[in-house]
């Protein structure tokens, strides 16, 4: 499956951004997808995940309340609906699918064999 990152930009704190992620290729209905953000001088960190068996859905504690993960089959298209911005979620943001991650180890970035090229969201103070 390939990705097609878009939507990041500039915004101001409290203000929101939606990220999409276009895939081709597969059908996302049966891909585990997330979310990941890197910082600059940071590891690549888990954002959130929809996986592909029941939609489960889980957030870093540090979004959750604020980010919204959800997927259009009918699109083949991963959102990330993102309110309440602040500075420290300033980062590129990647998404990635995996057709055979395990539920436990579905937030961690070594699980994921497809990504997206990463879109930049900066959030000023």
């Known amino acids: 499956v390939q990705l097609q990152a878009s939507g990041g930009g500039f915004v101001q704190a409290g203000g929101s951004l939606r990220l999409s992620c276009q895939a081709s290729g597969r059908t996302v209905r049966n891909y585990s997808m997330a979310w990941f953000r890197e910082a600059p001088g940071q590891e690549r960190e888990f954002v959130a995940r929809?996986?592909?068996?029941?939609?489960?859905?889980a957030y870093a504690d540090s979004v959750k309340g604020r980010f919204t993960i959800s997927r259009d089959s009918a699109e083949n298209t991963l959102y990330l609906q993102m309110n309440s911005l602040q500075p420290d979620d300033t980062a590129v943001y990647y998404c990635?699918?995996?057709?055979?991650?395990?539920?436990?180890?579905?937030?961690?970035?070594?699980?994921?064999?497809?990504w997206g090229q990463g879109t930049q969201v900066t959030v000023s103070s």
């Open positions: 929809i996986f592909r068996a029941g939609g489960s859905i």
């Open positions: 990635a699918a995996s057709a055979t991650v395990i539920l436990s180890a579905s937030r961690s970035a070594q699980s994921y064999a497809n």
